[in-house]
């Protein structure tokens, strides 16, 4: 698979809704009523973070999922690929992008978007034929006036900001002509996860799902 086929199909991905829940589960049991209540609150494109030893087996229960796509985030290396596709991701998301990461989301054909903080790191992208990134770490990177800065000498990339987004400051990023969504940890917190409180999960999720983009 191509950079350019990888973007198109992670472009449309980000842009089935505006926040991508970015999850760091430790528990598999809890994987299926989880994505259930992200994706019946209008939030199907699910990231399974590969933080803890049961990422797999979370990704393995979403993947199972109907109406959900499930990508394994913090992806690392060419071991991180093949193992997150093996359990079933969709796609990978890296903090950052290096040309063995690249090469091997290619080679195995696993959609990635990766990783980029600054105009030299975007415009590595753009070299190699990706269109379509992570902006992180959005927040200490300088936000949404640094990611609209950058956007203006190369509008040719769309990003899905993710790294302190919250309720507070989501819309300023979704606002920008080179946003096509968000990521967030804040609709599936981890005390409503430990509770199995997926009704107000859901409650998060919908609130998300309408915010304007």
Known sequence: MTPKEMSVQTLEMCRLAPV???LVVDDAAVAVPLAEALVAGGLPVLEVTLRTPQALDVI???AGVAGGVVGAGTVLTEADVIAAKEAGAQFAVSPGATDALCAACE???LPLLPGA???TEVMGLIERGYTTGKFFPAEAAGGAKALKAIGAPL???TFC???GVSPSNAADYLSLSNV???GGSWVAPGDKVKTGDWAGIEALARDAAALPR
């Open 161 to 163: 900001p993710t790294g």
């Open 107 to 109: 080679k195995h054909d």
């Open 60 to 62: 393995r229960g979403m």
């Open 155 to 157: 509008p040719q990339v």
């Open 180 to 182: 096509a969504c968000v």
């Open 20 to 22: 991508i829940p970015v």
């Open 117 to 119: 903080a600054t105009a």
